[in-house]
C-alpha cells in the first residue's frame, strides 16, 4: 500500500524571540557544555547567571550578546575552531537571513546545514535536473561534487562523507517527521551520469520504501526551464520555518515570511505538476529496467 499524499507547505510560524541564528548557537552551546560535562547549574554559578537565562540561551529562544556566548563557550572550554565559528555566528546582523559562502558547489561541510537536517520535522527540497543531495548514492554523489574540480582535490572525499553521513537523518527519526523530494525525470536518465545511475536507482526505490520519505517525479513535459535553483524548506518541531537557497557559492538562509513565500509558492506549484508516489515509484521502477 502507499502512502498517502505529502502534507501542505507549512505554516510559516516562528517562536517570538526565535530566529534560527539563535537555535543553531544554542545547540552549539548545549554541545559544548555536554563536552566538558558540565552542568547547566555549573554554568550558572561559574558565570553568576541565573537559569532561565541559561535555558533561553541553550534553546534558542533568546537573542544573547556576543559577550554572553563568548563567555559561554570560554567556559565550556570550547576548542578554538567552534569558538570561532560560533563567534562569528553571533556577530553576524540580526537581518532575517544568512548567506553563508563554500567552495564551489560544496556546501555540505557548512554546520548550518547539519543543524537545519538535525532539528527538522519537515524537510522539503527540489535541486533541478539532479538527484537532491540528500538521496545521492555514494558514487553519484563524488560525480556530482568532482565536477569542473581537480580529481585531487582533497574537499571531495570530505564532503561526500559529509553528504552521505547526514542522510542518518532518514533512519530512526521522531514521530511525525516527513521529508519530501522532488526529482527531475530528467536527472533519472542523465547520459552524463550513466556510469552511476543503475546503484542511484536503486537506492531511490529503497529510500521511497522507507514510511516517512516522500518521494515525487516531475515529468519531463512539465520541467520549469526558469527555474535552476536548488532549494529546500525546514520546519522543526516547534514550527520555525526557514527556506535555504542554494546557488554555486553560497547557501542563503531566509526566515521572513515575505522571502520565504516565493519559494515556497513555487513548492506548492511543483506539488500540483508532480506525480503522485505510486506513479512515482513506477517510473523509476521502469527506467531501472531499462
Same mark, same amino acid.
Given at each position: 500500500?502507499?502512502?498517502?499524499?505529502?502534507?501542505?507547505?507549512?505554516?510559516?510560524?516562528?517562536?517570538?524571540?526565535?530566529?534560527?541564528?539563535?537555535?543553531?548557537?544554542?545547540?552549539?552551546?548545549?554541545?559544548?557544555?555536554?563536552?566538558?560535562?558540565?552542568?547547566?547549574?555549573?554554568?550558572?554559578?561559574?558565570?553568576?547567571?541565573?537559569?532561565?537565562?541559561?535555558?533561553?540561551?541553550?534553546?534558542?529562544?533568546?537573542?544573547?550578546?556576543?559577550?554572553?556566548?563568548?563567555?559561554?563557550?570560554?567556559?565550556?572550554?570550547?576548542?578554538?575552531? !567552534?569558538?570561532? +565559528? /560560533?563567534?562569528? %555566528?553571533?556577530? *553576524?546582523?540580526?537581518?532575517?537571513?544568512?548567506?553563508? @559562502? #563554500?567552495?564551489?558547489?560544496?556546501?555540505?561541510?557548512?554546520?548550518?546545514?547539519?543543524?537545519?537536517?538535525?532539528?527538522?520535522?519537515?524537510?522539503?527540497?527540489? !535541486?533541478?535536473? +539532479? /538527484?537532491?543531495? %540528500?538521496?545521492? *548514492?555514494?558514487?553519484?554523489?563524488?560525480?556530482?561534487? @568532482? #565536477?569542473?574540480?581537480?580529481?585531487?582535490?582533497?574537499?571531495?572525499?570530505?564532503?561526500?562523507?559529509?553528504?552521505?553521513?547526514?542522510?542518518?537523518?532518514?533512519?530512526?527519526?521522531?514521530?511525525?517527521?516527513?521529508?519530501?523530494?522532488?526529482?527531475?525525470?530528467?536527472?533519472?536518465?542523465?547520459?552524463?551520469?550513466?556510469?552511476?545511475?543503475?546503484?542511484?536507482?536503486?537506492?531511490?526505490?529503497?529510500?521511497?520504501?522507507?514510511?516517512?520519505?516522500?518521494?515525487?517525479?516531475?515529468?519531463?513535459?512539465?520541467?520549469?526551464?526558469?527555474?535552476?535553483?536548488?532549494?529546500?524548506?525546514?520546519?522543526?518541531?516547534?514550527?520555525?520555518?526557514?527556506?535555504?537557497?542554494?546557488?554555486?557559492?553560497?547557501?542563503?538562509?531566509?526566515?521572513?515570511?515575505?522571502?520565504?513565500?516565493?519559494?515556497?509558492?513555487?513548492?506548492?506549484?511543483?506539488?500540483?505538476?508532480?506525480?503522485?508516489?505510486?506513479?512515482?515509484?513506477?517510473?523509476?521502477?521502469?527506467?531501472?529496467?531499462?
Amino acid at each position: 500500500m502507499f502512502k498517502s499524499a505529502p502534507k501542505p507547505t507549512p505554516q510559516l510560524k516562528r517562536v517570538e524571540e526565535s530566529t534560527a541564528k539563535s537555535r543553531e548557537i544554542g545547540v552549539a552551546l548545549r554541545q559544548a557544555r555536554k563536552l566538558s560535562d558540565l552542568s547547566a547549574a555549573d554554568v550558572c554559578r561559574s558565570l553568576g547567571w541565573g537559569a532561565p537565562k541559561v535555558s533561553r540561551l541553550e534553546s534558542g529562544q533568546r537573542e544573547g550578546s556576543t559577550l554572553d556566548i563568548v563567555a559561554y563557550l570560554a567556559q565550556a572550554r570550547t576548542a578554538p575552531g !567552534e569558538f570561532d +565559528r /560560533i563567534r562569528r %555566528l553571533a556577530e *553576524s546582523p540580526a537581518n532575517g537571513y544568512d548567506l553563508q @559562502r #563554500h567552495p564551489e558547489g560544496i556546501p555540505d561541510l557548512l554546520p548550518t546545514l547539519d543543524f537545519l537536517h538535525a532539528s527538522a520535522k519537515t524537510m522539503t527540497f527540489y !535541486e533541478p535536473r +539532479r /538527484i537532491p543531495s %540528500l538521496l545521492q *548514492s555514494e558514487r553519484y554523489a563524488e560525480v556530482m561534487l @568532482r #565536477h569542473n574540480r581537480n580529481p585531487k582535490d582533497p574537499l571531495i572525499k570530505e564532503a561526500v562523507q559529509a553528504r552521505l553521513a547526514r542522510q542518518e537523518v532518514l533512519k530512526g527519526v521522531k514521530k511525525s517527521f516527513d521529508a519530501i523530494f522532488y526529482i527531475d525525470e530528467f536527472a533519472l536518465c542523465d547520459p552524463a551520469m550513466n556510469d552511476v545511475l543503475e546503484d542511484q536507482i536503486l537506492q531511490l526505490l529503497i529510500t521511497s520504501s522507507i514510511p516517512h520519505c516522500n518521494v515525487h517525479v516531475i515529468p519531463s513535459d512539465s520541467f520549469d526551464e526558469d527555474l535552476q535553483t536548488a532549494f529546500g524548506s525546514f520546519e522543526d518541531y516547534d514550527n520555525n520555518s526557514v527556506v535555504v537557497v542554494h546557488t554555486a557559492t553560497a547557501m542563503l538562509v531566509l526566515e521572513e515570511t515575505e522571502e520565504m513565500l516565493p519559494y515556497l509558492r513555487k513548492l506548492n506549484e511543483i506539488r500540483e505538476i508532480a506525480l503522485s508516489e505510486k506513479e512515482s515509484i513506477e517510473k523509476i521502477n521502469s527506467l531501472g529496467l531499462l
